[in-house]
């Protein structure tokens, strides 16, 4: 079964501080990631896209990806509170052009003042 | 209106009754999909249609049944639902499966 890991936090930085946050998944096939942010009762806002190896900058936030190592993470510089949220990864099936998103169960970010 | 909407945005229903979830995007896009989130749990997919086919249908049962007219409309028609079901159910749309999915506010469904 294909699989996207996330540690689930909650992780907790200062205000102002950089926040790390780190996927993993299974499946080699995949080229497309994603990540969205989704505050507590709310719908997931995607933040980031990837689909090559290295870092890609837009604004605040970074994303890594490597594909040999099967790992993409995402950077939060000068963390404010505002970002307090959960953060999920999502790799598309490389099985097929379905569209098909797989998400990990997303990491609890907490920015304190 | 713009980007992906919903209705309704919560509802409660018993297990024998039939209703319907509403999905309508503005983005132009062509691919819609449907999602369960439940707590605790990562983020479902359910189906994916592009240009008004279904292309995925994630082993979904059969209380489940979907519907798309058109490009910019996506229902989830609903029956005989468990307890289990019960859960945030959200739609997205995309230009293509292969772009970024844009996710409407969700209807939160209760079953009785």
């Known amino acids: 079964q294909k699989e996207v890991e996330q540690n689930s936090g909650p992780l907790s930085v200062p205000e102002g501080a950089i926040a790390s946050l780190n996927c993993t998944y299974s499946?080699?096939?995949?080229?497309?990631f994603f990540w969205y942010r989704q505050y507590s009762g709310k719908s997931p806002e995607l933040i980031m896209s990837?689909?090559?190896?290295g870092d890609k900058e837009d604004g605040r936030f970074t994303a890594q990806l490597n594909k040999a190592s099967q790992y993409v993470s995402l950077l939060i510089r000068d963390s404010q509170p505002s970002d307090s949220a959960t953060y999920l990864c999502?790799?598309?099936?490389?099985?097929?052009?379905?569209?098909?998103?797989?998400f990990g169960q997303g990491t609890t970010l907490q920015v304190k003042p | 209106e713009t980007g992906v909407t919903q209705t309704p945005r919560h509802l409660v229903m018993g297990m024998t009754n039939k209703k319907s979830l509403k999905c309508e995007q503005h983005?132009?896009?062509?691919?819609m999909y449907w999602y369960k989130q439940s707590a605790k749990k990562p983020l479902e997919l359910m189906f994916v249609?592009?240009?008004?086919?279904?292309?995925e249908n994630n082993s979904v049962p059969s209380r489940f049944s979907p519907e798309c007219p058109n490009s910019s409309h996506l229902f989830l028609h609903l029956h005989t639902l468990q307890p289990e079901d019960s859960a945030l159910y959200l739609c997205?749309?995309?230009?293509?499966?292969?772009?970024?999915?844009?996710f409407g506010d969700g209807t939160r469904l209760s079953i009785l």
């Open positions: 997205a749309s995309s230009q293509d499966p292969n772009q970024p999915q844009h």
């Open positions: 499946d080699r096939g995949s080229q497309s």
């Open positions: 990837i689909y090559s190896n």
């Open positions: 999502a790799v598309n099936d490389g099985s097929g052009n379905t569209g098909k998103l797989i």
């Open positions: 983005l132009g896009h062509n691919a």
């Open positions: 249609y592009n240009f008004k086919e279904q292309t």
